[in-house]
């Protein structure tokens, strides 16, 4: 049978093993350590064997993992855990423990599962910027006002999204000066939030996420705030804070740039491609959010002018003391009818909205009306005058008739104001009846003026003629002739 030294059985059976392998002294002192455990120390044999842990690696006394290895020592027990080791450079490393006491101390086996840590890592973050973005989504749709939807997206980035800080900024339309108008997070209290001082129309902010989203009109990544605050100053202040990456997206409203989202997050290279996708399907959500309620205040203010403009043509309409009748040009049949309307003619809307021109107009002077109807369908007149119109009783009535075309609802329509002059009409004739009775006086005056002129002179020959035979009487002058004359006048 083959014998094998100490050394030769840990180089034979520990130095290939893939998982790490330690035999630590009571003093905590590395006595063996294999090539794995070196890897996964980032150290060399050398920079271990025969020192102490804690002088390897300075602060790993007050760590949880010690605290087991001094309790499996005490204790004489085995233990298992899932150690987190940091490095120098700020690099993580999981390691599954195996801890087991032997003669020497503890032997510690520890297996690399710093890979699985990192998947199950992303994952979770995977998990938690869609669970933001479904939550976002659902917000979308459940609150009212874009106000509302910004600032409840910022807070449910930081609640389940695990950032530090979330913020969204929009830009003043006529200034150009961004406007922080919703925030997340306890960092954002920050004095250094509130100095945030961005305008397109002035210069670049430096290097600054949200100022190159906008610019540039594209999302913009940080992942390494640490390295960028040595050289642009906005980060200076990001770092302090305790973020270590940032991203912005921009917000378009119907395809123009409205503003940014920005997260922060604890860790570096948080910003991976998939998250990006995540992230910028997000801020379409809300590009898309913006667009509707836009869209709403446009719909709701021209529904406003809609509802001014029919509140005004309902007023006109039926409150005007001219009858209106709006007839489609090609049936020639009533679509709208006013009070007034019905007044006049003596229907009511409902039965006006059955009938049509023939309907309201003496056969005998049909043709007539149809013909006018038509020449203000074509626009070659707008006024009709003296048109006899047949009321329900049977009577007549005669109207002014001003016609213009309009399309409705996609048809043109005759909209015909009617005046009502058959009052004036019986004025009229009555005018023409008395101007003909002024017209004979003046003439029977004009006679009886001539009549009295000749009148007066055969009056006066006659006074004359009686003066002269009573002048003749007195003074006996007459002949016999007149003697005649003379008994007579005696």
């Known amino acids: ?278 992230l910028n399907e997000l801020a379409l959500d809300l590009s898309f959010a913006m667009e509707y309620e836009e869209h709403e205040a446009e719909r709701k203010q021209a529904e406003e002018v809609l509802r001014e403009a029919e509140e005004t043509y309902r007023v006109l309409f039926e409150g005007t003391a001219q009858g209106i009748l709006v007839a489609d040009i090609e049936t020639r049949r009533f679509k709208y009818a006013n009070p007034a309307i019905c007044r006049m003619l003596g229907y009511t809307k409902e039965e006006l909205t059955l009938l049509g021109i023939a309907d309201i107009h003496p056969p005998d002077v049909l043709d007539h009306v149809i013909a006018e109807f038509k020449a203000q369908a074509r626009g070659e007149k707008s006024l009709a005058v003296s048109i006899p119109c047949l009321r329900k009783d049977g009577s007549l009535c005669y109207t002014d008739i001003t016609t213009t075309p309009n399309v409705i609802h996609g048809r043109t329509y005759n909209v015909g104001f009617f005046t009502d002059v058959t009052e004036h009409r019986k004025l009229e004739k009555q005018l023409q009846v008395s101007q003909k009775l002024e017209a004979i006086g003046r003439l029977t005056g004009g006679i009886a003026h001539d009549f009295n002129n000749a009148l007066a002179a055969i009056i006066g020959y006659s006074d004359f003629i009686l003066n002269k035979l009573e002048l003749a009487l007195k003074t006996k002058v007459f002949k016999h002739k007149d003697l005649t004359l003379t008994r007579i006048i005696q």
């Open 1 to 278: 049978m083959e014998t094998y030294t100490q050394d030769e059985f840990f180089n034979n059976y520990f130095e290939n093993l893939i998982e790490g392998c330690q035999i630590i002294s009571p003093d905590w002192r590395y006595l063996y350590v294999n090539n794995a455990a070196c890897k996964q120390a980032h150290k060399t044999k050398k920079e271990l064997l025969g020192r102490r842990m804690m002088d390897v690696f300075p602060g790993i006394e007050n760590t949880i993992m010690f605290e087991t290895l001094r309790k499996c020592i005490r204790d004489q027990r085995t233990a298992t855990l899932v150690n987190e080791f940091l490095y120098p450079n700020s690099d993580k490393g999981w390691f599954q423990l195996t801890i087991e006491p032997v003669v020497e101390g503890l032997l510690v086996m520890s297996f690399d599962i710093t890979h699985r840590k990192k998947m199950e890592e992303r994952v979770d973050k995977l998990n938690r910027v869609y669970k933001v973005l479904s939550g976002i989504n659902e917000m979308i749709v459940r609150v009212r006002g874009i106000d509302a939807i910004l600032k409840a997206a910022c807070h449910h980035a930081v609640e389940n999204g695990g950032f530090e800080m979330t913020w969204v900024g929009l830009l003043d339309k006529s200034s150009h000066k961004l406007n922080i108008v919703a925030s997340a997070g306890e960092k954002s209290t920050n004095s250094h939030f509130s100095k945030i001082n961005i305008n397109l129309e002035g210069k670049p902010v430096g290097y600054c996420t949200v100022d190159c989203a906008l610019r540039e009109k594209r999302h913009m990544v940080c992942n390494d705030i640490l390295y960028d605050a040595s050289k642009r100053k906005c980060q200076q202040a990001l770092f302090k804070l305790g973020c270590h990456s940032c991203a912005s997206f921009p917000l378009f409203v119907f395809g123009r740039i409205r503003g940014a989202i920005s997260f922060y997050a604890a860790e570096s290279d948080f910003f991976d491609e998939e998250i990006l996708g995540l």
